[in-house]
């Protein structure tokens, strides 16, 4: 078989450590390369060392554009993605009026593929190429998303949820029957591919501790399976959780109880969490999804990122849609910019997007395989355009102008200005899933 080989060259970024650590945490290449065969990363350096050892390798070039590992969202609801911008609600009544109704649909396999298409779609138009994905209740939300997602070769993490109490009927389910769907599901999805399983107790409200319990034996007879939930997004939740379950330290306590605190648990918001629930964290390994725009718009609080990085706990970004109020990252890492600036906490540009790209991949266990152009990984990554609007362009030039145009300014008016509109091209493995012929770049033999 014919080796698919490509050198695309252009303004080449990735992270190869955290930079609270490593003053020097990451590789940028002003005029670089960027080896890809077969799907795979082979190397990334300077164009001119990269065309001089890679000969006989087709050039895209993309120069005077961003080449940077694909988006990492750890925690959003594909189910949710018809719901973004719902009015005036906080967490407790949102999910009631807004969230609840519009899960009921995804009993229809046809529905949820139709819903499943938007969202893989919206997400490689936004620069993501993983996530961690909620789907609803019924077994068929979970198969149509996997299914889509396995279309484009993306490596995703979903599972279905699981909820038997405080919720309408319609969508809930027993213990026992929950366990049932999950160990299908498992079966026939974790691994498979890029596929990668999720164990999904909503919250610790509208799961019983038994249904707890039984996520947690599902996930330790299952262990290459991921856990996902919400703690502390709100402080009308964190009262309602304690009094459900009495007896508890803290509503951290809750899921730990269950066998629910491990290194592969994704915990989204943490927005109010006590100095325990931060300790058990750091020392367990237990991974946070700061979801900054859902934060805001729910009024939910500011999340505390100086005092999770003090606690050492695994830290990444995410655009919780549809509380969130963006699929892009960009915006996210713009929104979560803000927040800490309330805090007294100016996060710095490159600390946001390691939280989008090799940090979150670390926390997911999966920086062998993507977050970074280091030789073996897959080859998802995004193509930016700095100035695709005319405040981004004039920006440009003003920086220019002042010799300031480095790349921490370049990644911080993505972050303040950017959305999808920055997008170039997306590639997925080595193949293009999103942009088109019309891309401002040129293909050559070298």
């Known amino acids: 078989m014919t ?27 002003e005029d670089g390369g960027l080896a890809v065969v077969d799907g ?38 594909f189910s949710q993605s018809e719901i973004q911008g719902m009015y005036g609600k906080q967490l407790l009544d949102w ?39 909620y789907a609803t209740v019924h077994p068929a939300s979970v198969t149509a998303l996997f299914s889509v997602a396995t279309e484009y070769n993306m490596c995703i993490l979903a599972g279905k949820v699981m909820m038997n109490r405080n919720a309408p009927d319609y969508l809930m389910d027993t213990t026992h029957q929950g366990e049932l769907d999950c160990r299908s599901l498992i079966e026939d999805w974790d691994g498979k591919g890029r596929n990668h399983y999720v164990i999904t107790p909503r919250f610790a409200i509208t799961s019983t501790p038994d249904q707890l319990k039984s996520a947690g034996r599902l996930h330790a007879e299952y262990p290459s399976t991921y856990i996902q939930t919400h703690l502390s997004e709100n402080l009308g939740e964190i009262e309602s959780v304690l009094s459900l379950c009495p007896g508890h330290a803290d509503y951290l306590e809750v899921y730990e109880r269950a066998g629910l605190l491990t290194d592969r648990s994704i915990f989204g918001h943490c ?69 800490q600036q309330l805090n007294g906490y100016p996060m710095t540009a490159l600390e946001a997007i390691y939280k989008c790209t090799l940090g979150s991949a670390r926390a997911l266990s999966l920086d062998d395989r993507i977050g970074s152009f280091l030789p ?19 920006r440009m030039e003003y920086l220019r102008s002042r010799d300031k145009w480095t790349i921490e300014n370049k990644l911080f008016g993505l972050q303040t200005l950017g959305d999808d509109r920055n997008t170039v091209c997306t590639y997925i493995m080595g193949k293009q899933v999103y942009g088109s012929d019309s891309c401002d770049h040129q293909e050559a033999s070298m």
């Open 3 to 29: 080796m698919m080989k490509n050198l695309y060259r252009g303004e080449v970024l990735y992270l190869i450590a955290s930079p609270l650590d490593h003053v020097e945490a990451y590789r940028y290449f």
């Open 40 to 77: 795979k990363i082979v190397e990334a350096g300077p164009f001119e060392a990269m065309r001089s050892r890679y000969p006989d390798f087709p050039v895209t070039d993309y120069s005077g554009k961003l080449i940077t590992p694909g988006f990492i969202d750890s925690h959003i609801h």
């Open 271 to 339: 927005v109010h969490l006590t100095d325990r629930e931060y300790k058990r964290l750091g020392e367990t390994g237990g991974i946070i999804a700061h979801c900054p725009t859902s934060n805001l718009f729910l009024g939910s609080g500011l999340f505390d990122m100086r005092e999770a990085n003090r606690y050492g706990v695994r830290t990444t970004l995410a655009t919780d849609v549809g509380a969130g109020t963006s699929f892009s990252m960009w915006r996210t890492m713009g929104e979560a910019y803000k927040v």
């Open 376 to 394: 073996g990984r897959e080859a998802d990554f995004i193509v930016v355009d700095y100035a695709a609007t005319s405040v981004q362009k004039l």
């Open 95 to 133: 999910l009631d009026e807004y969230t609840f109704p519009a899960e009921e649909a995804f009993s229809s396999m046809e529905y949820a593929q139709d819903i499943a298409r938007f969202f893989v779609k919206e997400l490689v138009k936004n620069g993501t190429t993983t996530c961690a994905a």
